[in-house]
């Protein structure tokens, strides 16, 4: 069974400072994690994936998570936030290489951006 | 190359109404899956085509049916509306086929209120 779970519903940074969302995960097979953002009134737009190459994984807009099996975590981070991260975040979790169906979304963490 | 196009993006039905939503994937990508996303259950699959075929189907009732023609596109229809059917619901497509969760490209969604 798989499940993911993200730990706060609503991060707020300053503009400029660090961004932390983070994700725990539970599988009992060796998982694809991933990170979407879904900016208001559009869809889902991957960010990162993790599928068991490098435990450390750059995204677009300079977000990147780190894969830890001894945490069951997936947390995701940007050095410097800038207003236009300011959406939800998605973490996901599946089986390897598995069909989509299998895909488990978390319930989402809203990032928002103080100037 | 033009994204996963879905259609109409709001719709306003009433009670016992039916709804029918269009996606168009990516030209190319024959694997379509569907989700809904709501405030309270967050983001759920429905189901998932490839080749004019379902694959897989959510943990949904009779009144969700969905379709895929030879060109790949797909529709999805909700009879008999309810007030819970109100929803953002979301396209995906994918090259690999079946669909698998690492590549997916997901539609700015169908937003349906059902008033």
């Known amino acids: 069974a798989q499940s993911v779970t993200q730990l706060d519903s609503h991060v707020s940074v300053s503009e400029g400072t660090p961004v932390l969302l983070r994700c725990n995960y539970s599988s009992s097979y060796s998982p694809s994690l991933f990170w979407y953002v879904q900016h208001p009134n559009k869809g889902l737009q991957l960010l990162l994936k993790?599928?068991?190459?490098?435990?450390l994984v750059k995204g677009i807009n300079g977000f990147e998570a780190e894969f830890k099996k001894s945490e069951t975590s997936f947390h995701l981070t940007k050095p410097s936030a800038h207003m236009s991260d300011a959406a939800e975040y998605f973490c996901v979790v599946s089986p390897l290489y598995s069909s989509a169906s299998k895909i488990i979304f978390g319930s989402g963490t809203r990032l928002s951006i103080r100037p | 190359k033009a994204g996963v196009t879905q259609t109409p993006r709001y719709l306003i039905k009433t009670r016992g109404q039916q709804v029918t939503l269009s996606c168009s994937p990516i030209?190319?990508?024959?694997?379509v899956s569907w989700y809904q996303q709501t405030p309270g259950q967050g983001l759920q699959f429905l189901f998932e085509?490839?080749?004019?075929?379902?694959?897989n189907k959510g943990n949904f009732p009779g009144r969700f049916s969905g379709r895929q023609f030879s060109n790949s596109r797909s529709e999805m229809n909700v009879s008999t509306l309810e007030l819970g059917d109100s929803a953002l619901y979301l396209c995906?497509?994918?090259?690999?086929?079946?669909?698998?969760?690492?590549?997916?490209?997901f539609g700015s969604g169908t937003q349906l209120s059902v008033l």
């Open positions: 030209s190319g990508h024959r694997s």
């Open positions: 993790y599928t068991s190459a490098a435990t």
């Open positions: 085509y490839f080749s004019e075929t379902q694959r």
């Open positions: 995906a497509s994918s090259p690999t086929t079946p669909a698998t969760n690492e590549k997916l490209f």
